[in-house]
């Protein structure tokens, strides 16, 4: 689903606005609201794409600590957790620091998609030309 720019209106007459499903209108406040909502809509998808490139930071914030964790585990029968609690202590805060700010990254980013499907449904609602666009 691709972002149309503003639509600029073709028209020979003044007062008369080419709407976004390409019929003449006399009503130039009505093609002024539906560029109105579709500049809404081509923000909300931008505050959209901002949120999956936070889910996937968060994801990848989420995924390193577990890699390295699972590092540990695997070699571990190759030292004493004893002798190197020195070591293991601090990566084991960091992993434990990572996994909390990869879960709040995910958590906010979800709960920020939705808010911006939601506004973008009702923004929908509002117009039957752009309902039928963004389908």
């Known amino acids: 689903m691709g972002i149309l720019p503003p ?5 020979s007459e003044p007062g008369e606005d080419m ?3 390409g ?3 006399n009503s130039g ?3 002024k609201e539906t560029a109105f909502l579709l500049d809404e809509i081509q923000l909300l ?3 959209k794409r901002t949120s999956l490139s936070v889910l996937r930071t968060g994801i990848a914030v989420f995924a390193l600590p577990l890699s390295v964790l699972s590092i540990l585990i695997t070699t571990s029968r190759y030292y004493d957790p ?3 609690m020195h070591f ?3 990566v084991i805060a960091l992993s434990a620091a990572l996994i909390i700010l990869g879960t ?5 980013a979800l709960r920020k998609l939705h808010a911006q499907d939601r506004l973008i449904a009702q923004l929908k609602l509002k117009s039957k030309a752009i309902a039928t666009l963004m389908q």
Not at 7 to 11: A, E, K, W, Y
């Open 7 to 11: 639509r600029i209106p073709h028209s």
């Open 19 to 21: 709407s976004i499903t």
């Open 23 to 25: 019929t003449r209108s």
């Open 29 to 31: 406040e009505a093609g």
């Open 45 to 47: 998808l931008a505050e």
């Open 82 to 84: 004893a002798k190197v």
């Open 88 to 90: 293991l202590a601090p």
């Open 104 to 108: 709040y990254l995910v958590a906010r």
